[in-house]
């Protein structure tokens, strides 16, 4: 993977080689941190790269910060401006991935959110495909469980519950998938190990609500919208079973990272005749025009760098 070339750090765009953290850091010993993750798309025909749904990652970031007890002084609109400085600092002309992340910054031991030094850091790579087979993915339900609201929120993207993330993912991949779904304590379907999940069963389309110990993801409200408004789709939140999904039509994840993503195997069943189905398809076209600020009824999304 390429490294950043620059970085927002300590208020200052410099260097990627010179912002470094102590190996005493508080959010690297003990996980109090929170980050976004935004994609930025190179659009050919208008030499550009548009920011997808800056504002909307911000106001989740800010969020996240809220639950770990953050304060950066920040609202969503001057970390989108920090964004635009970074970007007009360190040119891509190409797709790339976004990162902010805030962190508990004191050098220091002792478990605790109270009383101690927030710092904030922003950077930018080149970032292709996250999961390869992106039409045909074959999924597992992991034996890991998600984390629950009581023990670490999943509604915020806190840098200590991607622990939970990493396991599920790691075993799903050394038993041979792409990735895995993960239940929730009640054994109801949550998410992926970092991706949010839809279904296709009667007709309808379902997605698990926000209670159900996902990550509110920004990919799954603009996929809400974009069936209900362009395919006429009932979008339905509502808990799912775990065998709902061996028996419904079609299941596609989302993510900033994964984009839509069709599954079309979930422990070795395929899923529903095995081939990607037309709604997952026709989603994935309207999703890749969006994102590259190619529709403009969607056009308030894409943040022109
Ligand atoms: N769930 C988890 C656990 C994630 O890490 C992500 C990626 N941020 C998502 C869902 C999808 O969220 P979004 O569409 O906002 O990227």
């Not at 190990?193 to 990919?219: D, H, K, Q, V, Y």
Request: charged share 25%.
């Amino acid at each position: 993977m390429d490294l950043p070339r620059y970085a927002y750090f300590h208020g200052k765009i410099i260097p990627y080689s010179e912002a470094k953290i102590g190996v005493a850091t508080h959010g690297l010993n003990y996980g109090t941190g929170v980050f976004g993750g935004i994609r930025g798309y190179w659009n050919e025909e208008k030499k550009k790269v548009y920011v997808f749904r800056p504002l909307d990652h911000f106001r989740r970031f800010l969020n996240s910060c809220r639950l770990m007890c953050i304060d950066l002084d920040q609202t969503p609109e001057s970390l989108t401006q920090i964004l635009l400085d970074l970007l007009h600092s360190d040119v891509y002309q190409q797709d790339i991935y976004i990162r902010p992340l805030a962190y508990k910054a004191d050098e220091s031991i002792g478990v605790k959110l109270h009383g101690l030094i927030d710092d904030f850091t922003m950077f930018a790579i080149p970032f292709g495909m996250y999961i390869k087979n992106d039409t045909s993915a074959h999924f597992t339900v992991s034996s890991w469980r998600r984390v629950d609201d009581n023990m670490i929120p999943a509604r915020g993207k806190i840098t200590g519950a991607y622990a939970n993330s990493a396991l599920i993912k790691t075993d799903a991949v050394r038993a041979g998938f792409d990735d895995a779904l993960v239940l929730t304590q009640e054994g109801h379907i949550s998410e992926g190990s970092a991706m949010n999940i839809f279904m296709m069963r009667n007709g309808s389309l379902i997605t698990p609500p926000a209670t159900e110990n996902i990550l509110e993801g920004i990919t799954r409200r603009t996929i809400i919208e974009l069936a209900e408004n362009e395919l006429h789709l009932k979008v339905v939140e509502r808990p799912i079973d775990r065998t709902e999904i061996y028996i419904c039509d079609e299941i596609f994840m989302t993510g900033t990272a994964v984009q839509v993503t069709v599954v079309t195997q979930i422990d070795h069943r395929p899923v529903g005749n095995g081939v990607m189905g037309p709604v997952a398809g026709e989603l994935r076209r309207l999703f890749a025009d969006v994102v590259r600020a190619k529709n403009p009824r969607y056009a308030h999304w894409n943040l022109e760098i």
